[in-house]
């Protein structure tokens, strides 16, 4: 199993970023995606969910109504959409399978002016 997250990065509040996560050793098409995020001195949260097949997707209520979670099977990629970020969604960005035990290194989302 591997999943590599890549697009943070440094913005200014109010601006976006799209993260992707790459993933292979499994069968990508038949798992939930997740989207984890963990700031400095705090607990890993969940931040969005996608069905396998792309129709339902899951926000937490801090970035409901400014991330988007999308998936595109055929390239084994699920993406963060993330607009009007504010200073509190700097963490490091995981993406995991649901039902895996397994964690990339993650990517860097730090807003700030």
């Known amino acids: 199993v591997q999943v590599v997250e890549s697009g943070g990065g440094l913005v200014q509040p109010g601006g976006s970023l799209r993260l992707s996560c790459a993933a292979s050793?499994?069968?990508?098409?038949?798992?939930?995606m997740r989207w984890y995020r963990q700031a400095p001195g705090k607990e890993r949260e969940l931040v969005a969910a996608?069905?396998?097949?792309?129709?339902?997707?899951n926000y937490a209520d801090s970035v409901k109504g400014r991330f988007t979670i999308s998936r595109d099977n055929a390239k084994n990629t699920v993406y963060l959409q993330m607009n009007s970020l504010k200073p509190d969604d700097t963490a490091v960005y995981y993406c995991n399978p649901r039902g895996i035990d397994y964690w990339g290194q993650g990517t860097q989302v730090t807003v700030s002016s």
């Open positions: 050793g499994f069968t990508f098409s038949t798992y939930v």
């Open positions: 996608i069905g396998s097949a792309g129709a339902m997707a």
